[in-house]
Nanobody, 124 residues
Framework: QVQLVESGGGLVQAGGSLRLSCAAS????????MGWFRQAPGKEREFVAT????????YYKDSVKGRFTISRDNFKNTVYLQMNSLNPEETAVYYC?????????????????WGQGTQVTVSS
């Protein structure tokens, strides 16, 4: 089992950047595929990015390609999401997720472990 705690959310102006972090407990972090999802008010939770166990492979939602970067540090048991050129439509609660599944994992039901989420608000 793994526990996840996100941080780094906040208020940013359109065009700005934020870096989210997700700290994981447990000794087997490097065996988990990690993902980032987001949920805007009144909308379904949607996939944003995922990274393989070693960090050598990444996969993104089309609309964030070239602006967002997912990375991980298996020594620190942490996964990151660097978000650049943010726009107001990306205001949402951002969640990290983990599971021992095949990469890439882009669907909610593929992940058993979720953090509590961190709010990202992009002002226009």
């Amino acid at each position: 089992q793994v526990q996840l705690v996100e941080s780094g959310g906040g208020l940013v102006q359109a065009g700005g950047s934020l870096r989210l972090s997700c700290a994981a407990s447990g000794r087997t972090f490097s065996s988990y595929v990690m993902g980032w999802f987001r949920q805007a008010p009144g909308k379904e939770r949607e996939f944003v990015a995922t990274i393989s166990q070693s960090g050598s492979r990444t996969y993104y939602k089309d609309s964030v390609k070239g602006r967002f970067t997912i990375s991980r540090d298996n020594f620190k048991n942490t996964v990151y999401l660097q978000m650049n050129s943010l726009n107001p439509e990306e205001t949402a609660v951002y969640y990290c997720a983990a599971d021992q599944v095949a990469f890439p994992a882009t669907r909610r039901h593929e992940y058993d472990y979720w953090g509590q989420g961190t709010q990202v608000t992009v002002s226009s």
